[in-house]
């Protein structure tokens, strides 16, 4: 089973309208209410692709059980641990007149010590070696970057497989657990390192590599409108983004990992799944929902190509 932890979801409020203006009231074209969390995501696009996932994390209040309903009426296994306080409620709005996207993201809500032990014995007698547990995004409050370090070593003495997508710097420190797949964007892969130079793609591999030679197993870099890398020990693969019109990017990313992870439980090719990755997150920027795998105006402009050092 594929765990996918959430440990600061949220309701994304979706606003397209025509202009922004202060001090007026702004009527709007549209909007959508999304469950949503970096997790969440991971989940409704396995879902999409055939897989099962149990979605589970940390939240509360009537914005929670909104997050939950959503993935239970895609028939998604959830196990969230509840606090008082609500989950978050993030506002990303596409300006039509500008061409921008104005993203408000929220803080969640304070978590215990307490609670976090109590998310750590859940996965402790629930997670074996032929699990994979996901871990994406921020954390809510009270929740120290650390926690992620906590989490890879609960997950390598499980023998499960451990995949994180995180921005934090803590990620260094989990390399000695051996996790089976970080998804760092161009920016966060830097500044693992500290280095404030071009992202080149000869830097981005070699930094990848770097995290490779600490322990890493697999990295999939994400690189916005220059699509995506992967990079382990045997390949080094890129692959071009299609052209499309940005609406959101919120999801992107999200999308992007769990149609690799899809792809791999598949046992497709490392090729296929970076391809059709780069199409599906693509799409989801194209869109203010995630992609419905309408995919075949996209696949044709992405090109795989295997670089040697």
């Given at each position: 089973m594929i765990y996918t932890v959430t440990l600061n979801p949220a309701i994304d409020l979706v606003i397209v309208t025509k202009k922004l203006e202060p001090k007026v009231v702004n009527r709007t074209e549209k909007f959508e209410l999304q469950p949503n969390g970096k997790g969440v995501n991971v989940s409704f696009i396995l879902k999409k692709l055939g897989i099962d996932s149990v979605a589970?994390?940390?939240?509360?209040?009537?914005?929670?059980?909104?997050?939950?309903?959503?993935?239970?009426?895609?028939?998604?296994?959830?196990?969230?641990?509840?606090?008082?306080?609500?989950?978050?409620?993030?506002v990303f709005t596409d300006v039509l007149d500008e061409g921008t996207e104005y993203k408000q993201v929220n803080p969640g809500p304070v978590v215990s010590s307490d609670k976090q032990d109590q998310f750590l014995d859940y996965l402790e007698s629930t997670v074996t070696k032929d699990d994979m547990v996901v871990?994406?995004?921020?954390?809510?409050?009270?929740?120290?970057?650390?926690f992620l370090v906590q989490l890879a070593q609960l997950v390598q003495k499980q023998g499960a497989k451990f995949v994180i997508d995180s921005s934090y710097l803590e990620v260094i420190d989990t390399l000695k657990y051996r996790p089976f797949l970080l998804k760092p964007n161009n920016d966060e892969l830097a500044a693992f390192f500290n280095y404030e130079g071009e992202m080149t793609a000869t830097k981005t591999v070699e930094l990848?590599?770097?995290?490779?030679?600490?322990?890493?197993?697999?990295?999939?870099?994400?690189?916005?409108?220059?699509?995506?890398?992967?990079?382990?020990?045997?390949?080094?693969?890129?692959?071009?983004?299609?052209?499309?019109?940005?609406?959101?990017?919120?999801?992107?990313?999200?999308?992007?990992?769990?149609?690799?992870?899809?792809?791999?439980e598949k046992n497709k090719p490392v090729s296929a799944a970076l391809k059709m990755a780069v199409?599906?997150?693509?799409?989801?920027?194209s869109r203010?929902?995630?992609?419905?795998?309408?995919?075949?105006?996209?696949?044709?402009?992405?090109?795989?190509?295997?670089?040697?050092?």
């Open positions: 589970t994390g940390i939240g509360g209040g009537f914005t929670l059980d909104y997050v939950i309903s959503g993935l239970t009426e895609k028939g998604i296994k959830t196990n969230f641990l509840k606090v008082k306080e609500p989950t978050r409620v993030n871990v994406s995004g921020s954390f809510s409050r009270g929740i120290k970057p650390n990848a590599q770097k995290l490779i030679k600490l322990g890493c197993q697999n990295v999939l870099v994400s690189l916005g409108a220059d699509g995506a890398a992967f990079i382990n020990e045997r390949h080094i693969l890129f692959a071009n983004a299609p052209q499309i019109q940005v609406v959101n990017s919120a999801c992107a990313g999200d999308t992007m990992l769990g149609t690799f992870i899809a792809f791999l199409a599906a997150g693509s799409d989801t920027a203010t929902g995630l992609t419905d795998f309408s995919l075949d105006n996209l696949l044709p402009q992405i090109s795989v190509t295997e670089r040697t050092n």
